[in-house]
């Protein structure tokens, strides 16, 4: 099946800087790869996604990028702000949202 | 605009007790989901429904049991709750079962002693 690595676990940045989570795929047939967002106490929300034929998508501060050769695709925030403290998830998929595979998450931290 | 709503939020059991977690959606979805959260692990889905009367294994469904009688609502059920189902569950739902946007509810803490 399906395994997801997500780097670093944890990740401090001051507020104004920008920050970006990797992740790793194994399963060349994935073809969906969303990020979502859980703040505290809450479920996990969608922030942003990208699908196979597609190398980046953009979404305000926020970007995605896919590297299909190397099985990699990473999140990008910039001029973060307090309020993207939260764990961030990554997650692949070949098809299904059943098959829908998650990273370990980041605890990403924005100092003020 | 309620979403995806889990009862009840917090819930300590002994070991060997049983219990349900309630899930309700309000979206028309057809595909409902159960996860769980353990820390450095990510979300593993338990089970899912594809459809209303339907439901299928995920990647760790041993000790759990569900039920889609109504299309708004998922149960998941722990007939003889142990230590390791100590964990955070998450309900989710989609529109069908390809691909999209998961909707989450907002968790059940469960402990058991």
């Known amino acids: 099946g399906e395994n997801v690595e997500q780097h670093p676990s944890t990740l401090s940045v001051q507020e104004g800087d920008s920050a970006v989570i990797k992740c790793t795929y194994s399963?060349?047939?994935?073809?969906?790869f969303p990020w979502y967002k859980q703040e505290l106490g809450k479920g996990p929300q969608l922030i942003i996604d990208i699908r196979s034929n597609v190398g980046e998508k953009k979404d305000q501060r926020i970007a995605v990028t896919l590297n299909k050769t190397a099985k990699h695709f990473s999140l990008h925030i910039t001029e973060t702000q307090p309020e993207d403290s939260a764990v961030y998830f990554c997650?692949?998929?070949?098809?299904?949202?059943?098959?829908?595979?998650f990273g370990s998450g980041t605890q990403l931290t924005v100092l003020p | 605009n309620a979403g995806v709503t889990q009862t009840p939020k917090f819930q300590v059991l002994k070991t060997g007790q049983s219990m349900t977690l309630q899930c309700a959606q309000d979206?028309?979805?057809?595909?409902m989901y159960w996860y769980r959260q353990d820390p450095g692990m990510g979300l593993r889905l338990i089970y899912y429904?594809?459809?209303?009367?339907?439901?299928d294994k995920g990647e760790v469904p041993d000790g759990y049991n569900v039920s889609r009688l109504k299309k708004q609502n998922f149960l998941l059920g722990l007939e003889s709750a142990a230590p390791s189902q100590t964990s955070v569950y998450f309900c989710?739902?989609?529109?069908?079962?390809?691909?999209?946007?998961?909707?989450f509810g907002e968790g059940s803490r469960l402990t058991v002693l």
């Open positions: 989710a739902s989609t529109q069908g079962v390809n691909t999209g946007e998961l909707f």
């Open positions: 979206m028309n979805h057809n595909s």
């Open positions: 997650a692949a998929s070949a098809g299904s949202a059943r098959q829908l595979t």
């Open positions: 399963d060349s047939a994935s073809n969906y």
């Open positions: 429904s594809a459809s209303e009367g339907t439901t």
